[in-house]
């Protein structure tokens, strides 16, 4: 199984989407001190996440999600809990 995942960081009121196989090591990641962009909004919340079944169906979604590049979008998903009419 994969997931979907969108953590926040209130930090920097910035939505971070992205897929994995194990989403509690993923977001541990997210939170440790490291470089790069994750490092400056700890600690991230994970506000939803969605499973499926194949890797190829995970990416694409994130793919898709990605390509909303619209915070009201992204919001209304969340809130909705579930998928959000394309």
Known sequence: MYF???????KLDKYYIGFTADIKDRLDKHNRKSKGFSNLGRPWQLVYSKCF????DAMSREKQLK???NKER????????SEHPD
């Open 4 to 10: 979907v995942y969108i953590i926040y960081s209130p």
């Open 74 to 81: 992204i919001v209304a998903l969340i809130k909705a809990g």
């Open 53 to 56: 079944d194949t890797k190829h």
């Open 67 to 69: 390509g909303w590049k």
